[in-house]
């Protein structure tokens, strides 16, 4: 028979080489759809590889072979970030067997409930995020959702759990592997508010919710100018934006490549603003970072405080430019994300400043009720003209309390 211990190793290795393999699979996935736009970048409408060679404009014939070296030189550079899959690859997790009385001591209890339990191990990552895995199933042709089982587990092992994504629903009588971890200190709420600026039919500005288990990314990009063309552009940026933060290499680094990438194609008029705001839920600490976007605002009770940068749009940024702020967040406050079209060309001035003070004066605890009166005040600053589109995301976030 193999000992206990041999068992555990096995099962350890097991789980770090599954682990790792997850991890390096998202990284690939980003950098092959990164490299199936710079294919694209260098097809025409038919799918030809552009040559402008007999044009009679030569000055623009050499810009687009410029343009395209570029984005081979990119290519090359990409090769470079196969050191972050490697270093995400070398990414240990620390398994540690529950053993003891406390182990027996859930074993019997979910026997009681009539789920078979194999293992139960935590789990510590990089960032000190305690994770418990659990090897389990039911006793008889029945099933429980994962959520009875994070119940049984909080109250056995006085601690607030919640089961990751990854979890299926339900479970069976066949033996499935589990993951729970620790529930955030913070909850959080999101909602936005948009209008399309006169006589287009698409807006230009683009924006997502980008969740994970313990942190929400607020994303926006304004595309240069309006319409179809400035959708296309914002919407690739904020497409590749969350595939990035999928691979889970942040929002720096987001912006770092987003930035080389628009920078290759030389072309002014395709360039596209980048608003990256991520809030963690264990910490309540905000990060933003800016590529050309407008102010952001966190309102705590009546204070607000304007978070702004001179940064210039993606493609144009200077490397010392790409700077991460911080921001640490309490209960109740709410984090206000604008594009430029909402407080410009107010006939008052400073629209940053006004709509600053009329956050302010707000008493609403509902983000949607947050974006949507302040998306009316800043139609009517302008007379009930929109003269360019207007995004509003807001999210806020509220301690997890016993009794919530």
């Known amino acids: 028979m193999k000992s206990k211990t041999a068992d555990y190793d096995a099962l350890q ?5 599954e682990y790792d393999r997850r991890r390096i699979l ?4 980003t950098f092959e759809n990164l490299a199936a736009v710079f294919a694209e970048m260098n097809r025409d409408e038919d799918g030809n590889v552009r040559d402008r060679e007999g044009e009679c404009d030569r000055e623009a014939a050499w810009r687009m072979k410029r343009a395209q070296e570029n984005r081979r030189h990119y290519a090359s550079y990409m090769k470079q970030l196969a050191g972050l899959m490697q270093a995400v690859a070398g990414t240990s997790v620390q398994m540690i067997r529950l053993g003891g009385r406390k182990e027996k001591q859930i074993f019997r209890a979910l026997d009681g409930e009539g789920i078979i339990v194999q293992d139960i191990f935590l789990l510590r990552g990089q960032k000190d995020k305690l994770e418990i895995s659990v090897s389990l199933c039911t006793k008889k042709d029945t099933s429980v959702t994962i959520e009875e089982i994070a119940g049984y587990l909080s109250v056995l092992m006085d ?3 919640m089961p990751e994504k990854r979890n299926p629903y339900f479970v069976g009588k066949d033996m499935v592997n589990l993951y729970f971890e620790e529930e955030p200190a913070y909850c959080c709420m999101t909602a936005a508010a948009t209008a399309v600026k006169e006589n287009e039919t698409v807006s230009g500005d683009c924006y997502s919710f980008f969740e994970e288990d313990d942190a929400v990314t607020m994303i926006l990009s304004d595309g240069v100018g309006s319409g179809e063309s400035a ?4 919407s690739r940026i904020v497409d590749l934006t969350e595939q990035i933060l999928d691979a889970g290499l942040g929002e720096k680094m987001a912006v770092q490549m987003l930035n080389g990438m628009v920078g290759t194609e030389g072309d002014e008029t395709h360039m596209a603003t980048l608003d990256v705001c991520r809030v963690d839920l264990m910490t309540g600490e905000c990060a933003l970072i800016k590529a050309g976007a407008a102010s952001t605002f966190i309102k705590r009770g009546d204070q607000v405080e304007r978070v702004s940068s001179d940064t210039l749009p993606l493609g144009m940024m200077a490397e ?5 702020m911080r921001r640490q967040l309490k209960d109740g ?3 206000i994300l604008v594009s430029d079209g ?3 060309d107010w006939p008052c001035g400073d629209g940053d400043f006004f709509l600053a003070q009329q956050i302010g004066k707000l008493s609403v605890s509902s983000p949607v ?4 009166h302040l998306l009316r005040y800043a139609i009517g600053q302008c007379q009930g003209k929109i003269r360019d589109d207007m995004t509003i995301l807001v999210t806020g976030i509220w301690e997890n309390r016993e009794d919530m």
Do not use: F, G, H, W
Request: hydrophobic share 40%; proline share 0%; with cysteine.
């Open 369 to 372: 009720d947050m974006a949507n």
């Open 231 to 234: 959708a296309k552009d914002s």
């Open 13 to 17: 290795s097991a789980y770090l080489l």
């Open 159 to 161: 601690i607030r759990l």
């Open 342 to 344: 909402v407080t410009q």
């Open 333 to 335: 406050d709410m984090v």
């Open 26 to 29: 998202n990284c690939a996935d």
């Open 320 to 324: 010392e430019e790409e700077k991460e």
